[in-house]
């Protein structure tokens, strides 16, 4: 036989951004060893592509499949949307490096809610735990500031002194040593929202050292958004290191006209040299933790002071004025809650803050910090806060890339419970699907922000391209039946219309269903 695996037939968009074209594609072992005219070749496993198109594997450059992909290895959530690899531990969290302490705190819930015992101090003892399980896409990380932050200083709000911030950058140093992409933070959410802007550039300067990039859950995507867009460039600038906006959005109607001064700043910025690139999922709902409504302030501390400090009457009253003051009076009829963690209240999951309200007979910011307050784990909601004009303007622009901000999910087991963002299961064919019948951009373009731009921006080599000697990453779809189906409503739903997926080199996914392969590899920092 010529090749292990040969497709004929198809429409290849190579993921350059170049127009399709008619080609055979061959592959050996975990590389792709021909395209063009294969009429005459042999493949040990032949798939027949005409009439459907035939690209990279999808690179989703913003994950959180951090701790469950060690729950659910085979990635079915993330195969049945074509993606091939993906980028963990953004906003801040990664599951390493990590403090003995921090990692004890973490087990129990994690073990309580999902069966998952954490055994780890380092990036490279979890790289290990991840080739000893085999994950069916590829998977790599950054390392995690506020994980970081939170080891070395707990939920303190002050700045690092000096043996603190030394301690910070060297476990950067590790995490990179042992393979990271980069480094992320999460400045909305405790510890990093309590760091400043010096602190930020001094860790992002050591993951320069070793070429990684910078990728940041900016402070404000809302009434602060301009400042925020400021700061992370501020601190990405004397680190001298590319900067990946997360999730790039406004949010809130108060904001929504400030997407053009928000542009025009990272438009400046690359003006001047820096290298800011941006991320974004093709929905007009974010999805995060329930306290994320709440101001920084009451972040501070542990959990339990958390909770406790929810309690108390002149807190109460401070909340409720900001909270109203920057989201508007309605803010919590746009709050959904996703996902509790106690059998009490999984009944209110699917409601608004508002509806849930109500059938307690409660004011909703009351019974907000009750939940809030009385919870032993965050819960999880989704934030209808977007509109879809500029949704697509941020989809448009040239240095736009998809990234679904998901972790892999199942529709069965641990991983099955709550209402997740549909993103979870539909990012990706939802925007083949836009761009079938919206026309937002050409299908040649859509692809390229879903492969190769994603895999340049995270300084993956070899994949997210068709060309000879690439890691044979390849899905083939029908550009006519590719379509998202989960819903807010009911989300636990594959996608259709992807039909084989190959992760280096074997078959992940054929003729639409999952064969239970795991070929996919750790992707580490070259």
């Not at 968009?13 to 008619?22: F, T, V």
């Not at 990405?236 to 929504?256: D, V």
Request: aromatic share 6%; hydrophobic share 40%; with cysteine.
């Amino acid at each position: 036989m010529d090749f292990d695996i040969l497709i004929r037939g198809g429409l290849l968009a190579d993921g350059s951004g170049a127009p399709l074209y008619e080609a055979d594609l061959g592959i050996n072992g975990d590389l792709i060893a021909a395209t063009g005219n294969l009429k005459n070749a042999r493949g040990a496993e032949e798939i027949n592509a005409r009439g459907l198109i035939v690209s990279p594997g999808f690179v989703d450059i913003h994950g959180h499949s951090d701790y469950f992909i060690l729950i659910e290895p085979g990635a079915r959530s993330k195969l049945t949307q074509g993606v091939t690899s993906e980028i963990g531990g953004n906003c801040g969290y990664s599951a390493a490096p990590i403090s003995r302490e921090l990692q004890a705190e973490r087990a129990q819930s994690l073990d309580k809610n999902f069966g998952l015992k954490p055994d780890w101090e380092t990036l490279s003892e979890y790289f290990g735990r991840l080739n000893k399980i085999k994950i069916a896409m590829n998977f790599g990380v950054l390392v995690g500031h506020n994980t970081i932050r939170a080891s070395v200083m707990g939920g303190a709000a002050h700045p690092p002194d000096e043996k603190e911030m030394a301690t910070m950058r060297q476990m950067v140093r590790s995490g990179m040593n042992d393979g990271a992409l980069g480094i992320s933070t999460g400045l909305v959410y405790p510890p990093a929202c309590f760091a400043d802007v010096a602190e930020v550039a001094a860790l992002c300067s050591v993951a320069a050292e070793f070429g990684g990039f910078f990728s940041t859950h900016m402070r404000s995507e809302g009434h602060a958004l301009l400042e925020a867009v400021s700061e992370v460039i501020e601190a990405a600038q004397p680190a001298h290191i590319r900067l990946e906006i997360s999730h790039f959005k406004t949010s809130g109607p108060k904001n929504w006209g400030k997407i053009e001064d928000a542009i025009g700043l990272i438009e400046a910025a690359q003006a001047r040299g820096v290298d800011v690139r941006c991320d974004r999922y093709p929905y007009i709902a974010s999805y995060t933790g329930l306290s994320s409504a709440l101001p920084t302030w009451t972040l501070e501390g542990t959990r339990d002071e958390f909770r406790k400090r929810l309690t108390e009457p002149g807190v109460r009253q401070r909340v409720r004025e900001e909270v109203f003051s920057q989201n508007g009076a309605n803010f919590l009829e746009r709050v959904t809650i996703a996902q509790t963690f106690s059998d009490n209240t999984r009944r209110l999951e699917g409601l608004s803050v508002a509806q849930a309200a109500a059938q307690a007979a409660k004011d909703p910011l009351n019974f907000l910090l009750d939940l809030l307050s009385s919870e032993e784990n965050d819960p999880t909601a989704i934030y209808h806060s977007m509109n879809e004009e500029n949704m697509t303007r941020i989809l448009k622009l040239p240095y736009t890339s998809v990234g679904s901000d998901s972790a892999v999910r199942a529709i069965d087991g641990p991983l099955g419970a709550g209402k997740p963002h549909p993103r979870v299961y539909g990012c990706f064919p939802r925007m083949l699907r836009l761009v079938r019948e919206k026309k937002i951009m050409p299908i040649e373009e859509a692809v390229h922000k879903m492969t190769a731009a994603p895999a340049a921006a995270a300084g993956i080599k070899n994949r997210g391209t068709i060309r000879l000697g690439a890691f044979a990453d390849v899905v083939v779809f029908d550009a006519d039946k590719i379509s998202d189906i989960a819903t807010y409503e009911n989300p636990q739903r594959f996608s259709v219309g992807v039909q084989f997926v190959i992760v280096n080199g074997v078959v992940a996914l054929k003729d639409g269903e999952i064969t239970g392969a795991r070929a996919g590899k750790v992707l580490r920092r070259e």
